[in-house]
């Protein structure tokens, strides 16, 4: 696995580090001793699929209050998206600031998403999936969210036309903090 930190401490983009021959490649995608060795969770409690059938569908940004927080790798494993992270630690340097990384299938990237980290993304393709692998149970009680277009945050997100939304995550109120 490799392992590319980005702006935000604690947040990376894992890349497979692949085992090629005629028939292929193996990799891992999944290793508590690299992941320790970078001082990430390996805890792991949950997996969960988001399939999306539109191009232009964002979900989020979500992320559980504490003492659920969870930390995630999220990886697509068919079509495209647009996946942005938000670091929500209040005593972080990097606090309100957000990264995106484009994840494909083709690419095979995965973003590691720390505790304290909100979680969105928008598709880019038709029948997006995504893969999640989760530390926490969800907790409905602790369930969150900001919303897509704070402006608090001003991310930068793809055009999109139309762009597919749950209710909930247009009309979260303004972030404060």
Avoid at 80 to 103: G, H
Wanted: glycine content about 6%; hydrophobic content about 40%.
């Amino acid at each position: 696995m490799i392992f590319t930190e980005t702006v935000l401490g604690g947040a990376y983009v894992v890349e497979l580090e692949r085992i090629e021959d005629e028939r292929g490649f193996f990799a891992r995608a999944w290793c508590t001793n690299e992941l320790a060795a970078h001082g990430l969770s390996t805890r792991l409690a949950q997996c969960s699929v988001s399939f999306n059938r539109r191009k232009g569908t964002l979900r989020g940004i979500h992320y559980q209050a504490a003492p659920n927080q969870e930390a995630k790798a999220v990886r697509c494993t068919r079509g495209a998206l647009y996946d942005v992270i938000i670091d929500l630690r209040p005593a972080s340097p990097t606090f309100r600031r957000w990264v995106a990384v484009e994840l494909t299938a083709e690419n095979r990237k995965m973003v590691y998403v720390p505790e304290g980290f909100a979680h969105g993304f928008q598709t880019l393709e038709d029948d997006t999936e995504i893969f999640y692998m989760i530390s926490t149970a969800y907790a409905p009680e602790s369930a969150r969210g900001v919303r897509w277009d704070d402006p608090a945050f001003g991310i930068d997100w793809p055009p999109a036309e139309p762009r597919i939304m749950a209710e909930r995550d247009r009309t979260y109120p303004d972030f404060t903090c």
